[in-house]
């Protein structure tokens, strides 16, 4: 027959296995984020080398179409922006799911080692108990013997 601990681990194999995915989800949303706040850096940077470019001399269409284009950026900047916060909530929720999948994963260890333990003690109280009986049947030597 076997234990309780024995029957619980095919759910602690589980628990690990979704523990795992939790944070390879968890590794690959921080990339993400990585990249969406590089990029939107990368935007801002070109934008302020962009608008320090010198004007002097520009003809109006010139001018209109540097304007036009900055204009541009800036809303590109504001779409990164959008997308690094959404992916900021991604990370949130990609946290949470392995913070979550940490804790069932540590509670079902929990409740395996304790019984595991249980079974130690009920083992050697079996084995305390064998002996004493052996020791009761014993006959003590008597006179004569």
């Not at 929990?110 to 003690?121: F, T």
Request: no cysteine.
């Amino acid at each position: 027959m076997s234990s309780r601990a024995d029957r619980l681990q095919p759910a602690v194999d589980q628990a690990h296995k979704r523990r795992d995915d939790a944070m390879q989800k968890l590794a690959e949303q921080q990339q993400r984020v990585a990249r969406a706040e590089h990029q939107l850096g990368e935007l801002k940077r070109y934008r302020q080398d962009y608008a320090a470019g010198q004007g002097d001399g520009m003809s109006v269409s010139a001018l209109l179409n540097r304007q036009q284009f900055i204009e541009r950026i800036d809303r590109a900047i504001e779409q990164q922006q959008t997308e690094v916060q959404r992916q900021l909530r991604q990370l949130d929720h990609a946290r949470g799911q392995w913070r979550d999948a940490h804790a069932r994963e540590q509670a079902l260890d929990s409740v395996v080692s304790n019984y595991r333990e249980l079974e130690r003690k009920a083992e050697d109280r079996r084995e305390q108990s064998d002996i004493d009986e052996r020791m009761q049947h014993r006959r003590p030597p008597g006179p004569g013997r």
